[in-house]
């Protein structure tokens, strides 16, 4: 069956722009994290989702950062006013229920210039 | 808090050698989960194992085998006869349950293996 979806795989933008990234769960998952990867670091909680509410938001650095889940199913990270040390892997996992073992997506690069 | 330490940072091994990947933990639950995932080239985290705080029973998979130790708060992985489809970074983490639900995972920085011919 299909795995954790991210798109777009890399993103490319400019100081100050603005940014979308969305994350396509395993089908049936009620479970999603978003967590950020920078270079040989391990990966950082930023936020989780029980069904559509963001149940536990307190790992996104600043309010530039938002996340939404409005059917349960596919999550969208914004980002807005971009800084150049938001560029890193944004990693999307989903899980059966919360108990369960996660499973990641490929991640989306976002490169900000 | 939390805390994951990997201290090894880079092993490099030949074809066939057995290699241990350590990883030490700090937390103050008495419940929680331990993972390890493998990262390839490709990037994508792939799941290797979850073990619960309550069973320190070894666990054997194939040529992958995981020692837990509680009293040294330590959940080693051990790659057997290793293979060169074996390097990668692998990640240990440790599972903290949310105050809205969800285990958040706190990851260490990586051991980046290497396999060589």
């Known amino acids: 069956g299909a795995g954790v979806s991210q798109t777009p795989s890399n993103k490319v933008t400019e100081k100050g722009k603005y940014v979308e990234l969305r994350c396509d769960p395993i089908?049936?998952?009620?479970?999603l994290y978003w967590y950020r990867q920078s270079l040989g670091q391990g990966p950082e909680f930023l936020i989780y989702?029980?069904?559509?509410?963001?149940?536990?938001d307190s790992g996104l650095p600043n309010d530039r950062f938002f996340a939404v889940r409005p059917e349960g199913s596919v999550s969208t990270l914004k980002i807005q006013r971009t800084e150049r040390g938001d560029s890193a892997v944004y990693l999307c996992a989903s899980s059966l229920w919360e108990g369960q073992p996660q499973h990641f997506g490929d991640g989306t690069r976002l490169s900000i210039l | 808090a939390q805390k994951v330490t990997q201290a090894q940072t880079e092993i490099s091994v030949v074809e066939k050698e057995d290699v241990t990947l350590d990883c030490v933990y700090e937390?103050?639950?008495?419940?929680?989960?331990l993972f390890w995932y493998k990262q390839p080239p490709s990037g994508e985290l792939v799941f290797l194992i979850r073990r619960n705080s309550f069973d320190e029973q070894n666990e054997i998979s194939g040529r992958y085998s995981w020692n837990f130790q509680k009293s040294t708060s330590s959940f080693n992985f051990t790659i057997t006869a290793s293979q060169v489809v074996d390097s990668a970074v692998y990640f240990c983490?440790?599972?903290?349950?949310?105050?809205?639900?969800?285990?958040?995972?706190?990851f260490g920085t990586g051991t980046q293996l290497k396999v060589e011919l």
């Open positions: 983490a440790l599972s903290e349950v949310l105050t809205g639900g969800g285990n958040k995972l706190t």
């Open positions: 937390t103050r639950d008495t419940t929680y989960y």
């Open positions: 089908s049936g998952h009620t479970a």
């Open positions: 989702f029980q069904g559509t509410g963001a149940a536990d």
